[in-house]
């Protein structure tokens, strides 16, 4: 079982729509969750991160966070073509690991 | 501008032919990294250096050497490149470990490596 998983897509929604990513982990002991957006040929960049149980917003992105469950999620509102990238999530525990990421292509 | 910088970009270089990727910070950060990213296995770190004279070993460090002497540098090095190594690596830098403040963790722009 890798150690962060996420569907790797692609996932396809149409402009304006909520985009809806999710992330599982397996160490119960993970503090920091990140989650990092990559367009094609580019570095990650980070756009939001989560310490808390709980949804925290920030623009038209939302992360939510269930530690009980292991489980957070990005989402994406008014889908812009231009959030067309691959999302990594990353987790933290006694180290960073980062999920495969998963695909989004948001169509005009 | 604050900003990570890695080269060469882009590097093809044959099998046990020694290589180095540099990479470099201007913003006084202590903690600085290094991963490779496949196709399918996401973001994997090789080594990590959380201060100068100060590095450890990441998930994949095997056929991997680094060094921390000054704050701003923390060149890769491959002693003998095998092709399983061709893979794209990034370097990158946070003021402390990642997840110990709300700093984010910068990436350089990447080096492609394809070793024939």
């Known amino acids: 079982q890798k150690e962060v998983e996420q569907n790797s897509g692609p996932l396809s929604v149409p402009e304006g729509a909520i985009a809806s990513l999710n992330c599982t982990y397996s160490?119960?002991?993970?503090?920091?969750f990140f989650w990092y957006r990559q367009y094609s040929g580019k570095s990650p960049e980070l756009i939001m991160f989560?310490?808390?149980?709980g949804d925290k917003e920030d623009g038209r992105f939302t992360a939510q966070l269930n530690k009980a469950s292991q489980y957070v999620s990005l989402l994406i509102r008014d889908s812009q073509p231009s959030d067309s990238a691959t999302y990594l999530c990353?987790?933290?525990?006694?180290?960073?690991?980062f999920g495969a990421g998963t695909r989004l292509t948001v169509k005009p | 501008e604050a900003q990570v910088t890695q080269n060469p970009r882009y590097l093809i270089t044959v099998t046990g032919k020694k290589l180095t990727v540099t990479c470099s910070q201007n913003?006084?950060?202590?903690?600085m990294s290094w991963y490779r990213q496949d196709p399918g296995l996401g973001l994997r770190q090789i080594y990590y250096?959380?201060?100068?004279?100060?590095?450890d070993k990441g998930d994949v460090p095997e056929g991997y050497k680094v060094s921390r002497k000054e704050k701003r540098n923390f060149p890769l090095i491959l002693e003998s490149p095998s092709p399983n190594q061709t893979s794209l690596y990034f370097c990158?830098?946070?003021?402390?470990?990642?997840?110990?403040?709300?700093?984010?963790?910068?990436f350089g722009p990447g080096t492609r490596l394809l070793v024939l």
């Open positions: 990158a830098s946070s003021l402390s470990i990642p997840g110990a403040s709300q700093e984010t963790q910068y």
């Open positions: 160490d119960r002991g993970s503090q920091s």
């Open positions: 989560i310490y808390s149980n």
């Open positions: 250096s959380m201060n100068v004279e100060v590095t």
């Open positions: 913003m006084n950060h202590e903690y």
């Open positions: 990353a987790v933290i525990a006694h180290d960073m690991r």
